[in-house]
């Protein structure tokens, strides 16, 4: 039986936090449908119902949902090559409804499988990212857009070219608002005055700050004042007429074209795993840890796509850095992800001139605030702490997704881990012990639970190195599974080497399914007096020389 939330029980904490969301989430609505080609209002329409609807409709306490930075490549080739965005709003149809079907065949369970260490480095990576692309903003340079999360920008620079851009675009008034939101910023987590004003979010005292200071800046006619090119930019219609004319509705007639089903896939395969990892991802900053259905999710995501594409939206995910800012900021329920998207919806309609005024360099203090959070230098000592099987995977995760994106970050973790759990198999496969004695040597191979084809060389060279007129007991009281390939080896080693070279075997503790016969001193169907001897026998010390065999 599921249980019932109170969506109001947290309202204060929440309230609070939601306006932080919104406030982060509007300049990335903005630059997200800029850099992939699309109408500037189809981002706030996805973030609008990433917030209300996916917020409503999912199980996660922390997610927040709208356009990602993930999709631009894809939404700007796809727009350009269907010809227009109407044509493509179907194809984003169709991705709502494949993600549907996913969450109906339960396929959000892959998420289950991402390694801690993998998502910890994404994480991480992601705040070095955002450190990483906010510097400039903070510097008065904006010639990337707001919330780009790739090496490579669209304008031929890469993140640390921007960098060193820097130091050509100095714009002294945003380093003086980024540097006394900074302050704010800190200083209400610390101060014990600020703390007691919990009602009041930090981020909202810096924007408020930053925009009263911009406009004294602009009225004492200071060489500090920022440009309207370095302030939000939210479009502005004068009328009913220009505001019904901002929302495209899909062109049905693509269904007929095979491009769009193309781009339909795609867009629901690349949106699905961007927000399992996340799902995953805001799991793990939950202090309370509580686990979302990710099948839900998925459905979630799939009816948001659809109402999106209805209305001109771009296509959204789950996203990492509002869902950090969300976690910061002091969520406690869903209930903040839906006033975000409610605060989008309203401001949007009755005050864009006044969130036009906001300086980038106050938002980019509060994403600093963000990155730093989820890239701690404590992160990094603790996976160093735990050793290389769980700081390289989390090293080479960060690295990559930093270095390249998301999905190939996070790909190129998993396959090093993988390469991990099999080097660990291929340890653990079977104990080997040598007991001397005068007349020969007793050999004991017992295999593990679990024996695989990826174990045969390891067992075959061991096989190889037994010496000449020695005694071989190779024992199967544990295994559960022994694949074909090393029963193969084992019965060729029996039939073949071992009369060649004198050497004595006894097979104990092989099933009859696995068609070798035990020495007769043994019975193929294991009882329970044998598992009791085997226990019996792991517990007895004897005087030999023990080798881990290891590959």
């Known amino acids: 039986m599921t249980k019932k939330i109170n969506l109001f029980a947290n309202l204060k904490s929440d309230f609070a936090s939601g306006l932080v969301v919104f406030l982060v989430a509007l300049p990335l609505c903005l630059g997200i449908a800029m850099a992939s080609g699309a109408p500037l209002f189809s981002g706030i329409i996805s973030g609008v119902i990433g917030g209300i609807v996916v917020g ?9 949902s709208g356009p990602a930075a993930g999709l631009t490549a894809i939404i700007l080739t796809a727009i350009t090559d269907l010809g227009a965005f109407d044509v493509f709003l179907t194809a984003v149809f169709i991705a709502g409804i494949l993600q549907l079907a996913l969450g109906f ?17 994404m994480l991480a990576g992601i705040g070095i990212i955002i450190i990483l692309k906010q510097l400039p903003h903070a510097f008065g340079y904006d010639n990337d857009f707001e919330g780009d999360q790739s090496f490579l920008q669209s304008d031929g620079q890469n993140t640390f070219s921007s960098l060193l851009g820097i130091f050509d675009y100095i714009q002294m008034g945003s380093i003086i608002i980024t540097a006394l939101s900074l302050i704010i910023l800190i200083s209400w987590d610390k101060v014990p005055f600020f703390k007691r004003l919990k009602l009041v979010p930090g981020a909202l005292v810096a924007v408020v700050v930053g925009v009263v200071l911009n406009e004294m800046f602009m009225v004492s006619g200071s060489s500090f004042a920022i440009a309207k090119e370095h302030l939000v930019s939210l479009p502005v219609p004068t009328s009913l007429e220009e505001f019904s004319e901002i929302i495209v509705t899909p062109n049905f007639s693509g269904f007929m074209n095979p491009k769009v089903w193309v781009v339909g896939l795609t867009i629901a395969i690349v949106a699905s795993i961007e927000t399992l990892l996340c799902i995953e991802a805001a799991d793990r900053m939950d202090a309370k840890k509580r686990f979302t259905d990710t099948n839900v999710e998925l ?28 976690n ?22 009755t005050i864009p001139f006044m969130l036009n005024k906001i300086p980038l360099a106050t938002l980019a203090a509060i994403l600093l605030m963000v990155g730093y959070k989820l890239a701690k230098p404590a992160t990094f000592i603790h996976f160093w702490q735990k050793g290389k099987y769980q700081f390289v995977p ?12 998301l999905l190939k970050g996070v790909a190129l973790g998993m396959i090093i881990s993988i390469i991990f759990i099999l080097k660990g198999n291929l340890k653990r496969a079977y104990s080997f012990k040598k007991e001397v004695y005068e007349d020969g040597d007793v050999i004991h ?28 007991i190779i024992t199967a009281y544990d295994t559960v599974y022994v694949a074909h390939d090393i029963l193969d080896l084992i019965h060729d080693f029996k039939t073949t080497k071992a009369k060649e070279d004198n050497i004595k075997v006894k097979l104990k503790g092989f ?22 001897d ?4 792991k517990m007895v010390k004897k005087e030999v020389l023990t080798d881990e065999i290891s590959n």
């Open 394 to 405: 989390f090293i080479a995760t960060l690295a990559a997704v930093v270095l390249t994106d």
């Open 534 to 537: 085997a226990a019996k026998r």
């Open 56 to 64: 409503y409709l999912s199980k996660s306490h922390l997610s927040v």
């Open 299 to 326: 459905k979630a995501q799939g009816v948001g796509n659809i109402l999106s594409s209805l209305l001109g939206g771009l296509p959204m995910t789950s996203v990492v850095v509002r869902t950090s800012a969300n």
């Open 445 to 472: 191979i017992d295999l593990a639970q679990e024996v695989s084809f990826l174990n045969k060389a390891a067992i075959k060279s061991t096989l190889n190195d037994i010496p000449e007129n020695s005694k071989v």
């Open 511 to 532: 099933k009859k399914a696995y068609e070798l016969n035990n020495s007769d001193d043994t019975p193929n169907n294991v009882t329970v007096e044998h598992i009791y």
């Open 105 to 121: 065949i339960k396929a959000g369970s892959i998420s289950n499988y991402f390694p801690t260490n993998v998502i910890e480095g």
């Open 328 to 349: 910061n900021a002091g969520a406690k329920s869903k209930m903040s992800a839906i006033i975000h998207g409610v605060l989008l919806l309203i401001s949007v309609v």
